[in-house]
Structures are given as C-alpha cells and as structure tokens.
C-alpha cells in the first residue's frame, strides 16, 4: 500500500518569510498525482496545489509552490511571503490507484 | 458550481447507539469518498465509491460500519452501534472522471459520550 510521511509535526514562520514543509511518499506505481491540502481550524479541507507524476516541472500557484523528486519520491511545499491567513494544518496526499494523506503538519504564522 | 454537502454537521451520541451521515456529492463527479479525521491525525479513507459500486472498503471496520450510494449520486454512512474511538470528523469527498483532485464537504463531527 502506498504511504505517505510528513515528518513535521509542528512547523512556524514569521508573517513574510518562506517555509517549506517536507513530504515523502513509498509507492510503485508509475502514474499519480500528488497534493497539498490546507485545513485551517474547524473548517473545509481545500487543495492548495496538485502535481502529476509524469510532469517535471515543478507546479506554483501564486505564493505556493512545490520541490517534486520522483526519484526521491519527495514533494516539499514552499509558502513565500506567509500570511497570517496561512496558518492551518497541511497535508500532503498521494493518489493513484487509492488515495492517502499523511498525518499533517501544523503551521503558525507569527506576526 | 455547488460544493460536496454533508449532514448534520455535529452529532451527539450516547455509545452504542447509531447514526447517519449524508453526503452529497458535486454533480457530475462519479467518484466518492469517505474518511475518518481523528483530531490531529491525517483522514483516513474507509470507502471509496465509483458511481454506485465499491471500489475500495478494505479500512472500513464492517461490523459496525456500513455504507451505501444506491444511486450513484449521494451517499449514507452509518455506524451501529457506536464506540467512543469513533468520535471523529466524517469527511465526504467527490471527484470528476479523470481529474486528479478531491473536492471536501465541511465534515460531520461526531462525538460519543
């Protein structure tokens, strides 16, 4: 089955740094897709970003963006210039022939 | 476009007795899930839908645990009867053919006293 690690717990940065949370998976399969999501307290689990397997490129969405090694099997997050509006639990996600979240990790923003 | 509904949104309960929660799926999107959330873990998938068949139940505790999407649109959870480590945010997710993401609901919470 295939598993997916995030090794931070806990992670904080100061409002307009950069962060990056850390991401790995285990799978065999040669075709998926791989995402973060954000849930802030109480509230909606949304998609932040989402990458193909088959894609090199690295996918961004405005000050989100991901570090993807396939060979690595690593899908790091990197939020720039971090807002209070940031601060939720993230979760990376792997899909394939099912679909798994690792356990998240909790980010504080400080003002 | 309506988002993925889901009912009631906090539920109460005395263990060993039961309860159902109901999602409705985005329209369109064949492909439903339900996790378990255990407060401060990652979901936990318990059963996958496609259309109106399982495709995948094997975390799905199926003594006290059932599940169905008769239709092939929304979908009941129901767990009977009910433990203590089953207080949990029931989450339904939906997604379209092909695309790679899951759309959420806003979540159940359940809690058994």
Same mark, same amino acid.
């Given at each position: ?10 992670? *904080?940065?100061? /409002? #307009?740094?950069?962060?990056?949370? *850390? ?18 307290? *109480?509230?909606?689990? @949304? ?13 961004? +969405?405005?000050?989100? *963006?991901?570090?993807? &090694?396939? #060979? ?15 601060? #939720? ?23 | ?39 401060? &873990?990652?979901?936990?998938?318990? @059963?996958?839908? &496609? ?7 094997? &975390? ?7 599940? /169905? ?15 203590? /480590? ?14 790679? /993401?899951?759309?959420?609901? +806003? ?7």
């Amino acid at each position: 089955a295939q598993t997916v690690t995030q090794s931070q717990p806990e992670m *904080s940065v100061q /409002e #307009a740094e950069t962060v990056t949370l *850390s991401c790995t998976y285990d799978t065999s399969e040669s075709d998926y897709y791989l995402f973060w999501y954000k849930q802030p307290p *109480s509230r909606q689990m @949304i998609l932040v970003i989402r990458q193909e397997a088959y894609k090199q490129q690295n996918a961004t +969405e405005n000050r989100f *963006s991901v570090n993807f &090694q396939k #060979a690595a099997k690593s899908f790091s997050l990197k939020i720039s210039d971090s807002q209070l509006g940031d601060a #939720a639990m993230y979760f990376c996600a792997y899909r394939g022939s099912d679909m798994r979240f690792g356990a998240g990790t909790r980010l504080t923003v400080k003002p | 476009e309506a988002g993925v509904a889901q009912s009631p949104r906090y539920k109460i309960i005395e263990k060993r007795q039961s309860v159902a929660f109901w999602c409705n799926p985005i329209s369109g999107h064949a492909t439903l899930y339900w996790y378990q959330q255990i407060l401060g &873990q990652g979901p936990k998938l318990l @059963i996958q839908f &496609q259309n109106n068949g399982v495709v995948d139940d094997s &975390q799905l505790p199926k003594d006290r645990f059932s599940a /169905e999407r008769l239709k092939g649109v929304d979908s009941t959870l129901k767990i009977q009867p009910a433990k203590l /480590e089953d207080s949990a945010v029931y989450l339904c997710a939906s997604r379209r053919p092909g695309r790679g /993401e899951l759309f959420f609901g +806003e979540g159940s919470r359940l809690t058994v006293l």
